[in-house]
């Protein structure tokens, strides 16, 4: 077998041994050497094939065949096939050293060769000594030669024919050169003096022994003599055509090398034996020069026909080396002419006469003797160039025509100016003088056709086509088109010297009677100017010709104006038409007084006459183009006239003025009032102080489009002082701009009505300045320090307040809303920040509107600062999960500001604080749950606080209460209001309630009393004229709260109006629905907010009789009950008011609904409790929760009045959840106190007495020996941190109430696991830490909504717990949800089936079930045991996440 290829290239024998070992080949083999070989793996395919067939035919076979020989034909297959593949492995096993044997083969194979190469070279060597050497003989020695070599140096014995026959003898010197050719120049001077020479032969060099005769544009011929003989014959050394076509000829030779050949033996033959040989030469060249030249003008004729001149140009004849004609400017070809027309010929020829003569040129017609230079130009022909020679010639007559055109102007106007140029042939004509070179019309004669083309600038196409035909056809008719050309040309100039101004110009305008107006009586050429500004008005352009001059013209100037029908597109009206003065150079101010004009007519605008500025000769560079007159007048109508509107406008509204005023040395204008009108709404003594200090008003335009005006306010006598740098001079400027609308006429009553209530804004808000200017040397020392005026421009007062003066307020009066507008920001290091009197801006400035003091302003500012402050860091986001609602969001703090002083805060919809800001750094707080009329009623949609006064009680300062109240007495007061006077006193009321608008009472001072109000406290009207909130509408009070004999009756209540009386919710528009809106607590009311504004005139009734919006006190109608008694504005105590002091007999009405009846003793939170603003603001600073162990508290940070009204809640939950669950409720007499019990505990739920700010737990075990006081310690700390502290979620009670219902061994258990919650540092072996979750989280498995409790209690127990790894890192740590499900049959605690969602993890809830499985399997529970406590356990020690997992 022939070997086989490895996969490495490498030949493997298939026989198995080795490749060097000779073998008999087989008969038909090749030998190894020869055979490519196989692969191995194409033989392992061989067998298997083979096998595979083998056994594909056993397969066909046997089934045919006995028992015994199946059996017999398989083990034949089987022995084949082992050895077959006993073999294969053989191989194998060899093929791993087939690399060794070979290269010890490639090694034996070499050394046989060498051992060849050796043999067969001895038997050459002794092939060689026997055969060849035996005859071999040497000559004898050289000795002479090797002597000359080895002491010369050299070989001397060389035959010398050597030398001879190569090497060429010596070349004779320069010097030997230089004679020679030097003497050679001689005999060829000599030659050439003695020889007849042809005068076209003058031009020669003899230089080098040679003579070179050059004939400019014809040839080069260099010639010699071959000795001094005078016989012996000229020789032409070489002859150079110097004919070129610079054109057509590419820059190669025009003559063939093969014809040069030829001339040169023709002339060397006539040098030979011609008796005149050198004019026998130039006459033989140059008739070769003159054939070869008209031949090449005939192909530049040739390809000037076919690439560019086409038809324009003609061959009539030509003849070769004879003549070339050619014709131009054929008007037949053209299509100008029909019949006979002259030809323009231009002939070539070659002077028959005399041969020696170039080119002679002949035109047909002769060409006039215009110009010398352009005759000289077309009669010569030695650039060669046919285009250049038709060009010359057509130039020539070009000029010629243009000469009888300027012959014809010249009989039309004797003075005229147009100029030929002959550069390019032009006639230019001035169409209007002075003329400006872009202003001419030029014509030129085409060159091709001879036919006449103008040009203009700003001309279109087609009237300079009509223009070129008249003038082709006859040249008189340029006359007519050159006067209708200089009115457009002045209707150009009059265009282009008002580009500038804002102008639209048109030939043409349409009017409805323009028939019937003079304006239809001017000339045909005119042009209307309309004015962009000024729509109304026109400057009319009327152009005339200047007899004896008809290159000039003379302008007339009229002023146009028309009038527009309003609505509608029909052409508008003509009105006035008057001419200007034709001697008009400046225009000035009409001042007499004329009849009114019509409407939207403007008085004329004229000027003194003056003397006519001489004429100016034309100057290089100057623009003469420019209608000076013309752009004046457009301008100064365009400045004037909107001057004059206004003035006329402020005539007819009687304002008086001193008319237009000319300022800045001509270049502006301005009209100055006298005096401004009286403003309505500001008293006199304001008006006349206002007058004093104006000292200047002036209007004037800017901008560059002059819609804009200016008034300049000039003021003196600035009532405040601001600390503003710009504000510090004896006199202020004000300035007023208004805007002009396209739509509008500039200078209209618009404008003087903007300003009159731009005026009235100022006077408005001056009044307020003078009053506060006058209370500032009486104002208080901290409302010194308290604020500043930043800035007072008597458009707008900003006053900086606070104590770094950070926060800042601008008062101005709006003039659209006839009110004053009010807004707040922040400035300085606050800047950025949100003002905290934002919240109550809507009522600020309705307070303001209504008693415009600036002194009351700050006073309420720095009332309410801190307290808004304090309120504004309340959490006002809405919440989920806070009731068993899991869906519906609950707003945790509503701001809803009542007035400036009074601001409400409604917690979740149910309990309602009211906070009134009050003089000397206090405020009164109630409930505002009860209702003003009768604290017996509370309003609908809230609910009273229980313990309220108790919990405010812990924040009063002792030094700002003399007498402390105790507080038995606080929340058991005695009623102040019997009910038969309260009824008494509504139904006395409510006849009177018809809807009517409320009086409106401007800002005034108390009778009797003295100019400035006593500063100790805000005015009388600071509380009870304060315009409440949209949101809120006052209601009665029932005057003082408490009776002198009652133990609090010393406390001072404040006025019934400063405490703003507030109806129920729902008669406010407040819903108190569950919505996720909710009212903001920066700023105005979110609109989407439930809790719609409403206008204190959309109350259900209004109290009639009343000076104020909101309606009177009751108070005020009864004796001792005055609504305005400064001594309620004091926490000072007064017992000298009694709360009972006036009765009435009516019965309530039955149209109003009864109340709500509460028991009497919860009367105490309606009693204000006065506090500090440092008390507030801890109130209602979020802190920590006292009484607690940082690491018991939660991660929720509240206030402490979030916490009691949090707890308040979770106490009114949990009373209704006990009614619900199946727990045991034990009444208690012991006020806020819940009691129950389940079958194993008796729970005692009460506020802390200690805090009031958290729920406490006090559970007694029906059985004590079941219990530890460990156990019952958790399960209390539990439930006040866990459950009934923040967020104060509804459901964590319900489901905890589920956890006290379970049998004690499983609530033990679950306690246990409340413990390692409380406590995880107590369990360190342990690798997670727990939480019992109380509500579905929402990272749990889907099977309830996220919130709803998480607690399920039936035959079987589900809850959820959530295990967090103990990590270093607090932001690696992982956390995941555990569902667990606990059997109280079987006793068995697994992890709850719960389907997952889609995209969370398997593996982390696969590894607990695991676990809790294992954890079942080994503990086996027994009766009254519960597992849950140890397979969670188990499960925290023993679970494990992947490195790198997430649950």
Known sequence: MAPVQLESNQLVPAGGGPASAPAPPAPGAVTAAASPGYRLSTLIDFLLHRTYAELTVLADLLPRKTDMERKIEIVQFASRTRQLFVRLLALVKWANNAGKVEKCAMISSFLDQQAILFVDTADRLASLARDALVHARLPSFAIPYAIDVLTTGSYPRLPTCIRDKIIPPDPITKSEKQTTLHQLNQILRHRLVTTDLPPQLANLTVANGRVKFRVEGEFEATLTVMGDDPDIPWRLLKLEILVEDKETG?????????????????????????????????????SFCLALQLEVLHSQTLMLIRERWGDLVQVERYHAGKCLSLSVWNQQVLGRKTGTASVHKVTIKIDETDVSKPLQISHEPPLPACDSKLMERAMKIDHLSIEKLLIDSVHARSHQKLQELKAILKSYNTNDNSFIETALPTLVIPILEPCGRSECLHVFVDLHSGMFQLMLYGVDQLTLDDIEKSVNDDMKRIIPWLQQLKFWLGQQRCKQSIKHLPTVSSETLQLANYASHPVGNLSKHKLFIKLTRLPQYYIVVEMFDVPGNPTELEYKYHFLSVSYAEGDDSPATALLLQQFKPNIEELVLDTKSGKQMKSGVKRKLSGDPCS????????????????????????????????????????????????????GDGFSHSIRLLKIPPCKGVNEETQKALDRSLLDCTFRLQGRNNRTWVAELVFANCPLNSTSSREQGPTRHVYLTYENQLSEPVGGRKVVEMFLNDWNSIARLYECVLEFARSLPDIPNHLN??????????????????????????????SILQ??????????????????????????????????????????????????NAINKLPTVPMLGLTQRTNTAYQCFSILPQSPTHIRLAFRNMYCIDIYCRSRGVVAIRDGAYSLFDNSKIVEGFYPAPGLKTFLNMFVDSNQDARRRSVNEDDNPPSPIGGDMMDSLISQLQPQQQPQQPQ?????????????????????????????????????????????????????????????????????GITMGQTANFASPHGTIDPSSPYTMMSPSQRAGNWPGSPQVSGPSPAARMPGMSP??????????????SPRAGTSSQAMPTSMPPPRKLPQRSWAASIPTILTHSALNILLLPSPTPGLVPGLAGSYLCSPLERFLGSVIMRRHLQRIIQQETLQLINSNEPGVIMFKTEALKCRVALNPKTNQTLQLKVTPENTGQWKSEELQVLEKFFETRVAGPPFKANTLIAFTKLLGAPTHILRDCVHIMKLELFPDQASQLKWNVQFCLTIPPSAPPIAPPGTPAVVLKSKMLFFLQLTQKTTVPQEAVSIIVPIIYDMASGTTQQADIPRQQNSSVAAPMMVSNILK???????SRPGECTIFAAVRDLMVNLTLPPGGRP
């Open 1124 to 1137: 305005a008694n400064p001594s309620l504005h004091s926490p000072v105590p007064d017992a000298s008011h």
């Open 250 to 286: 590419d820059g190669r030779a025009l003559v063939h090398s093969m014809q040069i050949n030829f001339i040169h033996q023709l002339v060397q033959s006539r040098l030979f034996a011609d008796e005149k040989p050198l004019q026998d030469m130039y006459n033989c060249l140059h």
């Open 1414 to 1420: 294992r954890f079942a399997e080994l503990n086996s």
């Open 785 to 814: 320090i308290f604020s500043e005026v930043r800035i007072y421009n008597y458009r707008k007062l900003i006053l900086c307040y606070g104590t770094t003066k950070g926060s800042s307020i601008s008062i101005q009066w709006n």
């Open 1000 to 1068: 409106q009472q401007p800002f005034a001072k108390q009778a009797g009393a003295s100019g400035a109000y006593p500063l100790t406290s805000p005015p009388t009207s600071y509380h009870n004229t304060v315009t409440p909130s949209p949101s809120m509408m006052h209601t009665q009070s029932p005057g003082n709260l408490h009776a002198a004999s009652s133990p609090s009756g010393a406390l001072r209540a404040p006025s019934p109006a400063s405490f703003g009386p507030t109806p129920s919710p729902s008669s406010l």
């Open 612 to 663: 006519i500025e001489p004429k100016k000769p034309k100057r290089s560079g100057e623009m003469c183009a420019f209608n000076k007159v013309l752009a004046h007048i457009v301008a100064m109508c365009d400045t004037n006239m909107p001057f004059i509107g206004l003035r006329l406008e402020l005539s007819n509204m009687d304002i008086p003025h001193q008319g237009v005023q000319v300022e």
């Open 819 to 868: 009110k004053f507008h009010i807004s707040l920001g922040t400035v300085g290091p606050n800047s950025g920040c949100s003002n905290c009197h934002n919240t109550i801006l809507h009522q600020l400035q309705e307070m303001f509107n209504k008693t415009p003091n600036v002194v009351q302003l700050l006073q309420v500012l720095f009332d309410t600062q801190a307290p808004l």
